[in-house]
């Protein structure tokens, strides 16, 4: 079985800022593209960025300049570092993994969320 553990969120003033990190574990053989997806209430989920295998990353117009997605393939963790937040930016923050498990089939997985609120 494969786990994406995710930490980091909580409560921020505008402006502010917050680090999350996803780590993934279990009988993984190969991580491909990670990332970072956001649901505000009465919204739809939605990216907000990814990092591939390679370092290559795309986000969201929303978050272009603010955020920062990184990955650290040894601890098979995903971050996002989240600067001048906004109460736009309030919402749960999910982890997303493409995975290869070892002796077993590639999938896509999700992490439980950590909820991002930002407000003064």
């Known amino acids: 079985q494969v786990q994406l553990v995710e930490s980091g969120g909580g409560l921020v003033q505008p402006g502010g800022s917050l680090r999350l990190s996803c780590a993934a574990s279990?009988?993984?053989?190969?991580?491909?593209?990670m990332g970072w997806y956001r649901q505000a209430p009465g919204k739809e989920r939605e990216l907000v960025a990814t990092i591939a295998e390679t370092g290559s990353t795309n986000y969201a117009d929303s978050v272009k300049g603010r955020f920062t997605i990184s990955r650290d393939n040894a601890k098979n963790t995903v971050y996002l570092q989240m600067n001048s937040l906004k109460p736009e930016d309030t919402a749960v923050y999910y982890c997303?993994?493409?995975?290869?498990?070892?002796?077993?089939?590639?999938?896509?997985?999700w992490g439980q969320g950590t909820q991002v609120t930002v407000s003064s």
């Open positions: 997303n993994a493409d995975i290869w498990m070892a002796l077993g089939p590639r999938s896509d997985y």
């Open positions: 279990g009988r993984i053989f190969s991580i491909y593209t």
